[in-house]
């Protein structure tokens, strides 16, 4: 065996080189919120214009701020500070919503707020006073930081490389003076849009990136990028407005994958009724336009809940 395989690196400090065995047993990703949000990661959280984003992110940050779980899971409790460039004053009342919702009062959110703008880069005086601030008025380390939105705290052109590898400069100082997780409230440049507004410099720098959709009440959470872990499962909320308050949260709601489910179940039962149809033939049964029984016989199709009878017949499958 090669002397070099049995030597172990040992010195700290930047640019440290690890042995292949150190690099093995390093630990795997911890959890602000798992398996959503990684500790100490940069976190992109972006949608439409009126989706809900703020909303979301709120119900996050509480949630980190008082230790109490993210929609069923579990969350690693830590001091919070929320950059609410956008909101201002009226950021209050959607705060005031979700603490009387969830049975608990001003006192109990380890939780610090700026409502007024503040330049994000590389070289932002900004930056280096919110870390001075924290240092000498809070005396700990937050454990997660949100800026939102990124229109309102960007320096330059978003669509300019070096701009925006300016901005991600200013995200990392805050990330490596508290080793905390940073969530970056952005938008899309289209209500029908699926990615975010902007350089892809961004994006190339995050380790999550969460997409925020809402229809009527109904919104939306999924992830199309998590570096070091699997994308978590589509995650289902729905606004709901708190009695008593001028505002809503967001609760648990109904996955379209549940709808897609639940519906195509239906379709499903009723070929077991009839027996081996044809396509034509089980789609008439089912009074659906063509279009709307394609979908479900794709789906049953691709669960593998159907398969092909004699000729050109399908029946259900036996399990």
Partial sequence: MPQSSRFVFTQPGPGRLLSTKELLELPPPSWLISPILPL???????GPSGNGKTFVAL?????????ASWQGRSVERGFVVYVSAEGGSGIGKRVKAWLQAHGLDA????????????AVDGDSEDIDALIGRIEFEVERAPSMIVLDTMARVFVGDENETADMGSFVKGVDKLREAFGCTVMVVHHTPRADSYRERGNGAFRGATDTMIRVLKEDVSITVSCDKQKDAEEFEEIALELTKVEGTDSCIVVGGVSKREVQEKESSQVLELLKEIGPSTWDAWRANTGLDSIEFSRHFDYLRRSGKIEHAEGKSWKAKVR
């Fill in 107 to 118: 006192s109990q959110a380890d939780i610090a707020w700026i409502i007024e703008s503040i």
């Fill in 40 to 46: 100490g990661g940069l976190v992109g959280l972006y």
């Fill in 59 to 67: 119900d996050m940050a509480l949630s980190v701020a008082t230790g």
